[in-house]
């Protein structure tokens, strides 16, 4: 209702007017909602409800100038706001106008962005073209490399070997100098040879009864050596044979001496069967300290008192006796023991 009246204000003033005179002539009090039809120029007709309270009829007087003065401003009112409209309407118009220019704007950007991306697809293909081509450049740079490679491995390989078949062909040339120089000595030899065997075709007979002698002594002197070697060989055998018995027997005083050692460290325990007998086995360091002892091969006599006393009496005889010579000396050393 604000609204209406602040949109048609003369329109409102005169139907308060025709329902004072309505009022001051029929002097009636009611109460009632009305319907009242108005209009101004430029718009439709509408209903406007308007609840109007009749009070009781009071005597006024209507000032005319005072109604004219309202209507003045009114109608002041109305053409300010009717300006305001044309304004408003302008604006309106202007800023229709410029949104078509930005549309026009955002559809020729939009026109240039689908055409950048055409030609950004375009190059993005020809770039993956151009990068095809790349790599098949290279992959026949590559083919080439390997080819030139292996041309140049082969052009090295046929320059070593013309270097080793040159090489070859100058020791040749150098053997073949060498063997073509004895060769000359060889025949001036040959030559002044025959000039001395010519000279002395007398002392022929001479030289070949001396070369038979020579024969004959250089056999009797290989003789007589075949005879000294075989009685080297022999002497050698003896020597070997008296060396292996020598140490046979110094190995065997090297045991007896162990053994001996052994036994005088026995400690005869009680009840001990003087026909017992064990082989012991006894592992030793260079200096004839006891590694290990084991008895081994006990006969029915040999009662398990008996195989300890064996075997504290070897430990007792730590060290043992060293050898008669190095070449002796064995690691592990296996005798009968017997009390």
Request: net charge positive.
């Amino acid at each position: 209702m604000i609204k209406f009246i602040v949109k048609h204000p003369i329109a409102v003033f005169l139907a308060l007017l025709l329902h004072v005179i309505i009022v001051a002539a029929f002097y009636i009090n009611w109460d009632e909602t009305e319907v009242i039809k108005v209009s101004s120029q430029g718009s439709e007709h509408k209903e406007v409800k308007q609840i109007v309270q009749l009070e009781p009829m009071k005597t006024f007087t209507v000032d005319a100038s005072q109604v004219q003065a309202q209507l003045t401003k009114l109608k002041a009112d109305q053409e300010a706001k009717r300006l305001e409209q044309k304004l408003l309407a302008a604006k309106t118009d202007q800023e229709r106008l410029q949104l078509k220019e930005l549309q026009k704007k955002q559809q020729v950007e939009k026109a240039k962005a689908e055409k950048a991306k055409k030609q950004a697809e375009e190059q993005k293909r020809k770039a993956a073209i151009e990068r095809k081509k790349t790599e098949e450049a290279k992959r026949l740079a590559l083919i080439e490399k390997k080819k030139a490679e292996a041309e140049r491995r082969k052009a090295e390989k046929a320059k070593q070997a013309a270097l080793d078949a040159e090489k070859k062909t100058k020791e040749a040339k150098q053997k073949t100098a060498i063997a073509e120089k004895q060769r000359l000595e060889e025949e001036k030899k040959t030559k002044a040879l025959e000039k001395e065997l010519a000279n002395k075709a007398k002392e022929k007979k001479a030289l070949e009864k001396a070369a038979i002698e020579a024969k004959r002594e250089k056999e009797k002197q290989e003789a007589a050596a075949a005879l000294q070697r075989q009685l080297d060989e022999e002497a050698a055998d003896q020597r070997a044979a008296q060396k292996r018995k020598q140490m046979l027997s110094l190995r065997e005083s090297y045991i007896s001496s162990i053994t001996a050692k052994v036994k005088d460290n026995w400690r005869t325990p009680a009840r001990i069967s003087p026909d017992a007998q064990c082989d012991l086995k006894i592992t030793q360091s260079p200096g004839g300290n006891i590694t290990s002892v084991k008895v081994l091969n006990c006969n029915k006599d040999a009662t398990a008192q008996f195989k300890d006393a064996a075997e504290k009496a070897v430990y007792r005889a730590e060290p043992l006796p060293a050898p008669p010579v190095k070449e002796l000396f064995e690691r592990e050393i296996t005798f009968e023991f017997k009390p």
